[in-house]
T-cell receptor, first 108, second 114 residues
Framework: AQRVTQPEKLLSVFKGAPVELKCNYS??????LFWYVQYSRQRLQLLLRHISRESIKGFTADLNKGETSFHLKKPFAQEEDSAMYYCALNTNAGKSTFGDGTTLTVKP | DVKVTQSSRYLVKRTGEKVFLECVQD?????MFWYRQDPGLGLRLIYFSYDVKMKEKGDIPEGYSVSREKKERFSLILESASTNQTSMYLCASSFGYGKLSPLHFGNGTRLTVT
């Protein structure tokens, strides 16, 4: 069975500092991985996906199959990045399995 | 832009009541999902559907059922609400088949069962 682990429930950094939100997965097949973000009082929305290899709002994430990780990184955190972040894995059946989420707080 | 609409933002129901949560999407997506979101537990899949009149159990289906009579509408039913079903319920949809499509979420329904 597939599993997604986000080891940090809470993460706090100062504005301008680098931030890394960790995500590890276990899945026997070839995974497709996503990061979703939920800002205060907003709906959960896609931040970025592994297959696109893009940078969204300064965030990037690289799939490391050897370490089975998909960590989310940003070199200079901003206060508006404060939110709940979920890592998710899609299986061949199209189902998404989510991690428990990390609440990021960026302090001024 | 995909819109997923959940009919109620907040609901308060009594133990034993039958509860209907409605979800509608406007982008002709094949797939629809119901998750519940609890602090520290992430999102857990209750039921999903890949087509009209089709349903599959997710990871925590006990105490729930679903209905998909039309492609755009996916309903979650709590046959007899219990206090441990107090939660935030999220509906989502996605396009096509396979694993490449991301989910599009509704705003959520916060259900309190007293």
């Amino acid at each position: 069975a597939q599993r997604v682990t986000q080891p940090e429930k809470l993460l706090s950094v100062f504005k301008g500092a680098p931030v890394e939100l960790k995500c590890n997965y276990s899945y026997s097949g070839s995974p497709e991985l996503f990061w979703y973000v939920q800002y205060s009082r907003q709906r959960l929305q896609l931040l970025l996906r592994h297959i696109s290899r893009e940078s969204i709002k300064g965030f990037t994430a690289d799939l490391n199959k050897g370490e089975t990780s998909f960590h989310l990184k940003k070199p200079f955190a901003q206060e508006e990045d404060s939110a709940m972040y979920y890592c998710a894995l899609n299986t061949n059946a199209g189902k998404s399995t989510f991690g428990d989420g990390t609440t990021l707080t960026v302090k001024p | 832009d995909v819109k997923v609409t959940q009919s109620s933002r907040y609901l308060v129901k009594r133990t034993g009541e039958k509860v209907f949560l409605e979800c509608v999407q406007d982008m002709d997506h094949e797939n629809m999902f119901w998750y519940r979101q609890d602090p520290g537990l992430g999102l857990r899949l209750i039921y999903f559907s890949y087509d009209v009149k089709m349903k599959e159990k997710g990871d925590i289906p006990e105490g729930y059922s679903v209905s998909r009579e039309k492609k755009e509408r996916f309903s979650l039913i709590l046959e007899s609400a219990s206090t441990n079903q107090t939660s935030m319920y999220l509906c989502a949809s996605s396009f096509g088949y396979g694993k490449l499509s991301p989910l599009h979420f509704g705003n959520g329904t916060r259900l309190t069962v007293t």
